[in-house]
């Protein structure tokens, strides 16, 4: 699914150079009719760039004893998303990948590495509906405890040049989640776009960062 537009050009992916880590800023996620909004101070940033790929979205994460609520603006797009239900893996929308116990040394998920995926639409029968997943990890050891499939919420909205979609990640979803216990995660997240490419938070689609662990960033719940 990498695009000439979201590979880096560079022999060696200069995120390698580094071990990132970020903060995520606690806030309200009480979930409304319109779901949920997250202050700038909650954005993150977009290491990708550093290898020459596109940053063309507003990504924002923030987390509460109730989970972690997502916040996604894309912008500059011509052509609507590709989504489709029954292919999860290749659809665009954001992807969110997350090890509640953050273990950066392993190179295989575990039980508390998780997959989701907001997309905004590919559901119901006229493909408009939007849709929230937990997806499995290729290759991993063990898999997160199983959810109902109206465990995660979502709200999406269409603009001229592009969508916003808000979503929630509710605790009961995510293994090992204690944020009282243990303060740090390991993160990555990629928007991805057949349009537009891949924006990455760290290293792109030429390396296997949607399946080994030791490839994302330290986050640290503050």
Sequence with gaps: MATSNSKTKDFIDPTFLFRFE????????????KGLQLPESCRMPSFGALGGRKVFADVRLAWSDAGLGVHVLVNGKR?????????????DGFHLWIDTRCSPNIHRATQYCHRFLFMPAGGGPRRERPIASLIEIHRARGNPKPIAADTLSIKTFARHDGYELRGLIPTAALTGF?????????????????????????????????????????????
């Design 22 to 33: 970020v903060d995520v800023q606690k806030a309200d996620l009480e979930w409304t009719s």
């Design 79 to 91: 052509q609507v998303p590709w989504c489709r239900e029954t292919r999860l893996d290749e659809s």
């Design 178 to 222: 204690e944020p009282a216990e243990q303060t740090r995660l390991a993160l990555y997240y990629a928007v991805i776009d057949r349009e537009l490419g891949w924006q990455t938070f760290g290293p792109g689609p030429e390396y296997p960062v949607t399946e080994d662990p030791s490839l994302w960033a330290d986050a640290v719940l503050v």
